[in-house]
């Protein structure tokens, strides 16, 4: 299977609608992937919160009319990241995109895990509350984004739902990207499956990005790596080393805490 991770340069200067243009001409050329991934809330940045209202979309909005086409275009399959969509009858989401190669919406996932402390995200966009996987012909993805990559439980539940490679885009900060590798290798080895983590580069509202996407086989050794630029970082792996690993090291079937277990009373 080829993945194709764009780490996308989300500066100012450069205006949303310009962005999608040159972000659906980049997915355009990854044409021959299987599959395309895209960041975290690309189109503004993920620290931009004052552009999150502004540019907010509905869920069929421009962005996605954009990487609908961009997908069927490459005949790729585009995980197009997350936009700010906006719920007609509700709040402000962090909500990723899947398109299938004929361009058709295939899985969207709202972001679970706010991150702010209270304040930026935390604040401004509501919580998403249902974990989604998506099967490809090679494949069975789990979707998650950023800061859900600091909450092992949402992975366990990814990979009871029957995933084996989990993709991740994320707007993650630099001064904190030791945690973005250390993270992205423990959630492969604990789960034996793939992660495809792909962040920005850039700086947003003064936030220098980390950069550095990455990409984890089921024994937590990293395949391939970007640097802190904008650039493609594309890869070849064989899915089938899920099952192969999960077999040969069956640690998941040794699970005590965290399933469904009848209590003794005392």
């Not at 859900?148 to 989990?166: K, S």
């Not at 495809?196 to 984890?216: D, E, K, N, Y």
């Not at 070849?236 to 069956?250: I, L, M, N, S, Y």
Request: aromatic share 8%; hydrophobic share 45%.
């Amino acid at each position: 299977m080829r993945a194709s991770l764009i780490q996308i340069a989300v500066e100012e200067g450069e205006s949303v609608e310009n962005r999608r243009v040159r972000v659906g001409a980049l997915v355009r050329e990854q044409a021959g992937a299987d599959l395309v991934v895209l960041p975290e809330l690309w189109t503004t940045g993920a620290f931009a919160y004052e552009l999150f209202g502004a540019e907010a979309e509905p869920l069929e909005g421009p962005t996605y009319e954009a990487m609908a086409k961009a997908a069927s275009d490459a005949g790729v399959w585009l995980h197009a990241g997350s936009i700010p969509e906006r719920d007609p009858d509700g709040p402000l989401y962090n909500t990723s995109l899947v398109f299938s190669p004929s361009g058709e919406l295939a899985a969207a996932y709202r972001k679970i895990h706010r991150f702010g402390f209270d304040k930026g995200e935390a604040v401004l966009m509501g919580a998403g509350s249902e974990l989604v996987t998506l099967r490809l012909p090679e494949t069975v993805i789990g979707l998650a984004t950023c800061y859900d990559l600091r909450f092992p439980e949402l992975f366990r539940g990814l990979v009871d739902a029957g995933a084996e490679t989990l993709v991740l885009p994320a707007g993650w900060p630099e001064r904190r990207r030791s945690h973005w590798t250390l993270l992205a290798q423990a959630r492969a080895v604990e789960n034996q499956s793939f992660v495809l983590a792909c962040g920005t580069a850039g700086t947003h509202a003064g936030v220098p990005q980390a950069g550095h996407s990455i990409v984890v086989d089921p024994w937590g050794e990293v395949l391939a790596e970007a640097g802190a630029g904008e650039e493609v970082l594309t890869v070849e792996f064989d899915p089938a080393r899920v099952a192969v690993t999960r077999e040969q090291f069956p640690a998941l079937k040794d699970r005590v805490l965290g399933l469904e277990r009848p209590r003794r009373a005392l």
